[in-house]
């Protein structure tokens, strides 16, 4: 009997310390999750507020850039401004059109020199390169993007140009100088988004093509590069976004004349070139300071819109898949 009610007893304090040990951890899992949902709800509040800051900063600046630009047709109509080559501030003449043909005419070279080229090279780093070469090959191109555009536009100047003038008409400033330094500018950008979006493309793809007999480069070119078309526009629209926005090398290439470019090697100017030389001594809220604002505005829509185009042909281009 007194060893029953010693073993009926040592059940009942293990049943009550299990049960204490059961509550304690309780109570300690609940202020765990109680602590990770504070810093959960922290965390989302603090992003939601960088998200509406973001949001409210750039809005602010269209707004701004906007409502000073607008200002400019009150001296200038609109057709003049956007028809008419004719820009000479000190006769009240704010004809753009050589600034905003000349940034597109620029930012189509760039890319008909430079998307080619990197787009060979993301194929052959995604899907031919072995990987030692590759894991070499990679942070040398990333290296480029450090590369302050100063440097580009002294290389574009003191051999790019001069190359230029030798062989074809001197002294080799224009858009062709400026698109050879863009091109290179933008390579491991376009590169390296490219590249990305050919190597996350399922594997069964690769091998389903040459299951059915195809070769390899019949595989990247019919298969891979059109399955990875979405991600290969992102790159592309990166590459533009850019070069529209560069500003230094193309100062130091394009030569900065307001006329026409009626060739690739006559010196021009662009709309950003235009804005950085002319916006320090023109008095805010003149119509020149007005016009140059309006020019600014032109590259923001341009850039906003190019965006947009992206991610409805990126939709479209993977609902047809």
């Known amino acids: 009997m007194l060893l029953l009610w010693v073993e009926t007893d040592r059940g009942a304090n293990m049943e009550l310390a299990t049960q204490a040990d059961c509550t304690k951890k309780s109570t300690l899992y609940a202020g765990r999750n109680s602590s990770a949902g504070f810093y959960d709800r922290v965390t989302r509040y603090l992003f939601l507020a960088c998200a ?73 780093m995604a899907k031919v390169a072995p990987g030692w070469l590759r894991e070499i090959l990679k942070p040398a191109i990333e290296l480029f993007v450090g590369i302050p555009s100063v440097v580009y536009g002294l290389v574009g100047m003191t051999v790019v140009i001069p190359k230029i003038g030798e062989y074809l008409t001197p002294p080799g400033y224009g858009l062709l100088a400026a698109a050879i330094v863009l091109s290179i500018m933008i390579l491991p ?82 709309l950003t070139t235009e804005i950085i030389l002319e916006m320090g001594h023109t008095p805010f809220g003149s119509a020149w300071n007005n016009a140059l604002f309006l020019m600014a505005l032109v590259l923001l829509l341009v850039t906003l819109s190019l965006i947009l185009i992206v991610r409805f042909v990126g939709k479209r281009r993977g609902f047809a898949q």
């Open 52 to 124: 509406v800051l973001m949001t409210v900063l750039i809005v602010s600046i269209v707004l701004f850039v906007g409502k000073q630009g607008i200002k400019t047709f009150q001296a200038v109509s609109f057709a003049e401004f956007f028809t008419s080559t004719q820009w000479q501030p000190d006769a009240g003449k704010f004809g753009a059109l050589t600034f905003i043909f000349g940034t597109f005419a620029l930012t189509g070279l760039t890319i008909l020199l430079g998307g080619p080229l990197a787009l060979a090279g993301a194929v052959f």
């Open 189 to 270: 950008t376009v590169l390296s988004v490219s590249e990305d979006a050919l190597r996350s493309l399922p594997s069964t793809l690769e091998e389903a093509s040459y299951a059915l007999g195809a070769t390899r480069w019949q595989t990247i070119w019919r298969v891979l590069i059109p399955a990875a078309m979405p991600g290969i526009l992102t790159a592309i629209i990166l590459g533009m976004a850019r070069a529209i926005g560069e500003t230094m090398a193309v100062l130091m290439v394009i030569g900065n004349s307001p006329q026409f470019p009626k060739s690739l090697t006559v010196p021009t100017s662009v």
